[in-house]
């Protein structure tokens, strides 16, 4: 990689990360209500995979869906001004944290159901292979996911049908507060999948480089109509499962542990290294990211809700 | 015109619709090579081709939400769920997924998908497998539902909902579809949320659906000859259902009542009779009154699981209650 | 500078206890690092820095219980390249806005009641409500309730259930009833306005046979509908100069119908006697100072006594039906301005005379600015009428139901009395009874009569203790 998709990449993960942490700060005063769930801590695994992306490729997740929503190209003010519950968010305030979406940048929803979006990607895969448009789908889930049964038809689905998938598991050690060796019989997630003939790979998602490299390989796999694999990327949530979430599951010292292991951090310098880049050149990442963000809470701020009687728009498609 | 099978009609209407748009998709259980296990998709893998007719697993949620995603991409899907019963699999990512994300993603997707499904009891099928499941589709906002009675209506109603841009729930009842019935040729889409008035009459108007529509008809002709004219409506069409065609004809007949398979607990029958009372509350004469199933699971044997289904009988006792001095 | 807010922490949070401060005043503080600990409703979370500075206030300690949104502490933002942080003072809770809620519809306001009180009484036969009901011909004398019926009224009143129930019981017809139910219904209030406390009996209602053709059901099966009585005597036509006319007041219309009713429907006979009142005539002024009583209040004395004597003429019959009363509710006919107003004493029977007297007195009191309530107007189950300051010799009243005997209290005038075989000066005052045929024959109220007469010319067994 070059110095310019690495600083990209920096950037993009320095955006989620920096988002997140606004989200945080807003949601603690009220702004932003319901369940907020924060991906601080697993960018690597989101920029690694998604850089290698085209736009007309197809991402689809889980509710912790801001960052997908960021690195893919969407817009901070949009997003933001979604999770303030305002008309001008992504979703019109009707879909929340949660529930993000912009077919623009092709990035197919958060969903709030554990799982519930496998079979959909498979349908999304289905309909990109039988227009043989080439392009890929991706699809990001936890550990939680592995066990629900629909996450087991729809893998299936998509290696019997050899469908343009790649399935990025982010095994965060914890489904809320339950984790993985108390919830899998089998601990390798990456097994499971073995289960549906498709190849895996485990990868240290703590690590941007390690994920770029494993995330090109399947995205290269699946676009060369080779069929679906499945990625276990070992990495970690800094905060809690959601804002309400305080992690008592977790101690002080296993967080401190993966602190250390923080991806950012860790890009940073080896970017400095190989690239000799000055910290002038990060700040001006981070002033862009600072700007970016402020704008749009100041967007976001300024917002209001649709009024009352568009509660009905958008229910049907109306047919003449 | 043509006289054919309720069965044949829906085969039809599949056909008719593949071929007039290459988006439709056709997937289900055994629906490809199988033809079907009700054979209403007999003949589509040998004229379209496994792209768009092909057989999936036993994965009834996958199948619903493979569909999500076909239709997210611009297909136009028909996958069936080889029952209705079998859709309790699949009622996350019916009611939880395809009924709210146009809303919920605030108007950016639009799912054009007609789910079909087989289904009612009377069969000694068993408990699991006579369900009547509309009341859940019909409860939730963000879908259309749909119960053809015959085979014209059935050939229509299929056309519209797979043109319609909406998530279709398309039933079917099992025991209709060896039914007979004229299909005029060149039959055109019908228009969804239409009721049909299959029989005017003064004094009482009956309402029903899918396999009770003919329960009724039954019981309007022995109501006749005690001179008790019954107005026939059959619903068609259960969300949006013809709110405004039951209560003109209610205003006129002053009595009404509600034939359903199901049990009466929130179902079909109470949703109807709320509306007549809100809207021509002065011109009841009676209460509005449900035939019903009987509230438990069907049971296996023949005749007791026949007590647990509305008859001819069972509707007429209703309606003479209501003139009774 | 920067505020340090309670954070919201959860969606129920509404405040938060500072459990422990992190840092001191003073410190320097960086983005991420824990500020304090705070407890929320579900569980004890970390208090996250967003800003880098120097906390320079503590605002809120340890323990303190603070509001979600409250400020708690201060940070100084630090100055390089930080632009001081426009910050709001409180956050609120994000606004659930709530799907469109509708107003609750108004309660329909019901007719102002009308000042004078409304006897009940059959106004008209019950009817039994057809299914496919049309209202009968509108009477041509006035219709008695508040508003006329429109001419060519639709087929069908439209009522609610409870309201044609009601109406079926008291008899009401419908179509002459204004509903102020939404879209015009006539609601159960419409009804019970028009006659308060009035119960008919209630009939089992008939719907339409089972055979239902296309003509409406046959006429057997549809009750005759009387016509009113008024309808019978010929209309009173008048020119400008020969009289004024005057829509006359709603009480006296339905006093009119009242009374015609009355007359029309029971079969009255009359019996009178003579009373000896000399005595009592005498005392006079001692029972008024004693007792502030009057004659009429010593007839209403001994009434109750001779009814507690001859329960026989304490009832009524309706439909039928013989109403045996429990109790004795003495009606009195009292001449207010509107016209006549029967007050009622509910059971009199216990009653002393001083008892009678003050009931008496407030009662008349009531009538005559017409505040009687309901239960003083309910059911009288014998009613005295008296023109004794009139110095009227005889009368027959109309009975005025339910009660079956309406006594009439004629004036104490001086006539001769029969002492033996002389003939002396003294006040005799004739009692007449208005009896209901129906149910009092004649030996009753011979009896009964006899009894009253009996003790009026004994007024010291009269005015006994008992």
Redesign the interface.
Known sequence: MNKRELMDAYYRMQLARSFE??V??Q????????FCHLYSGEEAVAVGALVHLRNED?VIGSYRDHAYFLIRGGDPKRAMAEL??HAD???????GSM?L???DINF??G?A?VA?????????????R??QENRVVLCFFGDGATNQ??YH??L??SS?YQLPIVWVCENNVYAIGTSVSRASAEKSLAQKARAYNMPTAVVNGMDFFKMHSVAERAIAHARAGRGPSFIEAKCYRYRGHS????A?YRSPEEVALWKKRDPIPRLKEAIRHDFEATEEEFKEVDDKVRKLLDEAVAFAEAGS?LP?EK?Y?????E?T | MAIISYRDAINQALFEEMKRDPSVIVFGEDVALYEGSFKVTRGLLKEFGAKRVFDTPISEAAIVGMAIGLAMDGMRPVPELMTVNFAYLAMDQILNHMALMRYMFGGQVKLPITIRMPGGGGHQLGSQHSHSLEVHFVHTPGLKVVYPATPADAKALLKAAVRDDNPVIFLEHEGLYNLQGEVPDGLDAAVIGQAAVLREGRDVTLIGYGAMTHVALQAAEQLAQEKIEAEVIDLRTLRPWDVKTVTESVARTHRAVVVEEPPPHCGIGAEVAANICEQVFDELDAPVGRVSGADVPLPYARELEQACIPHAEDVIRAVKKMFSV | MYEITMPKLSDSMQEGKIIAWKVKPGARVREGDVLAEVESDKATMELECFHSGVLSKIVHGDGSEVPVGEVIGYIDAEAKGAEPEKQRATAEPPEQKAAPKEKAPQAPKAPAPQPAPVTATAELPPQKPAPKEKVPAAPKAPAPQPAPATPGAEPRAAASPRARKLAQEKGIDLGQVKGTGPGGRIIAQDIEALSPGRASPAEKPSAAPVRQAAEPPPAETRPAIKPSPDEELPAIDVTEDEAEVVEAAYRLKTQARRVTAAKHVIPHFYITRSIDVTRLFARKEELKQKYGATITHLVMLAALKALKLHPEANRSYDRGRIIKWKGINLGLAVDTDEGLTVAVIRNAQALSLEQIVERTRALVEKARSGKLSPEERRHPTFTVSSLGMFDVEQFEPIINPPSAITLAVASALAAPVVKGDKIEVGRVMKLTLSCDHRIIDGVTAAKFLGELKRLLENDEELLAEN
């Not at chain 1, 519930?116 to 990109?128: D, E, F, K, Y």
């Not at chain 1, 804002?243 to 305080?246: A, E, G």
Request: net charge neutral; with cysteine; aromatic share 10%.
């Open positions: 942490t606004r945080a700060e949601y603690t005063k009220g702004r932003i209500g319901g197809y303030f519950g968010g992504c979703c019109k305030g009707k879909g529930h979406f912009d077919r197919f929803g969903y159901i519930g979006m496998c079979p959909i990607a498979v349908g999304l895969a289905l309909s990109v039988n227009k049964g629909v038809e729809a299936n689905m019997l804002m309400s979430d305080p008592t809700e009352v509660l728009d958008d229910l049907y498609v047919m």
